[in-house]
């Protein structure tokens, strides 16, 4: 089984920022997409609500450190 990348999705509506897993190729762009992929309630903000993906360096990292011994 092949694991997905995690990612950081930020809704400045109700300040709070939400890690779920995803393909790269996929972007959500909703509250509702980001709380259907997390299993979290909508809780009173709208599904509509836009959110923005932020940048991540722990998400691309592969578990080879690439440092020298």
């Known amino acids: ?3 997905m990348p ?3 999705y ?3 509506a109700n300040g709070r920022t939400v890690e779920v897993s995803h ?3 996929e972007r959500l762009i909703t509250w509702g997409e980001v709380c ?7 809780g009173n903000t ?5 959110v923005n993906r932020l940048v991540s360096g722990a998400a691309v990292l592969s ?3 690439g440092a020298a011994a």
């Open 63 to 65: 578990g080879k450190s």
């Open 46 to 50: 709208p599904a509509r609500t836009p």
């Open 36 to 42: 259907e992929r997390a299993g979290l309630p909508l």
């Open 10 to 12: 930020h809704c400045e």
């Open 23 to 25: 393909r790269m190729a």
């Open 1 to 3: 089984m092949q694991r």
């Open 6 to 8: 995690t990612y950081d």
